[in-house]
């Protein structure tokens, strides 16, 4: 037993230690202007489109670009600098409290900055939430 939960323990940590950018994104329908709309609450960044898949996979691709040009530069001044509001927070904490098995996870592929090739690897993670189906 003390075996089983080493190892668990032990593959949580490496999983932990390849989370260069460990992010959350909220997606919701936005009753007022009538599209789907997701947010990165560590960067700030947006999405929107006509139905809840798209605008997830916009946000995939946004984040890929920004952690592939993180990695790139190997500078996180702007990266961070400019997170999702107060609001999106509060509503990603209420959400992830009353829904917490409607977590689900995006692994983004990243180009390899120390191969030089459009080898890709998952560095990075998104706990995304869909507040909208």
């Given at each position: 037993?003390?075996?089983?939960?080493?190892?668990?323990?032990?593959?949580?940590?490496?999983?932990?230690?390849?989370?260069?950018?460990?992010?959350?994104?909220?997606?919701?329908y936005?009753?007022?202007?009538?599209?789907?709309?997701?947010?990165?609450?560590?960067?700030?960044?947006?999405?929107?489109?006509?139905d809840?898949?798209?605008?997830?996979?916009?946000?995939k691709?946004v984040?890929?670009?920004?952690?592939?040009?993180?990695?790139?530069?190997?500078?996180?001044?702007?990266?961070?600098s400019?997170?999702?509001?107060?609001?999106?927070?509060?509503?990603?904490?209420?959400?992830a409290?009353?829904?917490?098995?409607?977590?689900k996870?995006?692994?983004?592929?990243?180009?390899?900055?120390?191969?030089?090739?459009?080898?890709?690897?998952?560095?990075?993670?998104v706990?995304?939430?869909?507040?909208?189906?």
């Amino acid at each position: 037993m003390e075996t089983s939960t080493r190892a668990t323990t032990d593959k949580n940590m490496i999983e932990w230690a390849s989370q260069l950018f460990p992010m959350r994104a909220l997606a919701e329908y936005d009753e007022k202007y009538g599209f789907y709309v997701a947010y990165c609450l560590e960067t700030g960044s947006v999405t929107t489109a006509d139905d809840m898949k798209t605008v997830l996979v916009m946000m995939k691709e946004v984040l890929e670009d920004e952690v592939s040009r993180v990695m790139k530069s190997r500078n996180l001044s702007n990266f961070f600098s400019t997170p999702a509001p107060f609001e999106i927070w509060e509503k990603w904490e209420k959400f992830a409290q009353e829904h917490p098995g409607k977590i689900k996870q995006i692994v983004l592929d990243l180009k390899s900055p120390k191969a030089g090739t459009d080898v890709r690897q998952p560095a990075a993670r998104v706990a995304v939430l869909a507040a909208a189906a």
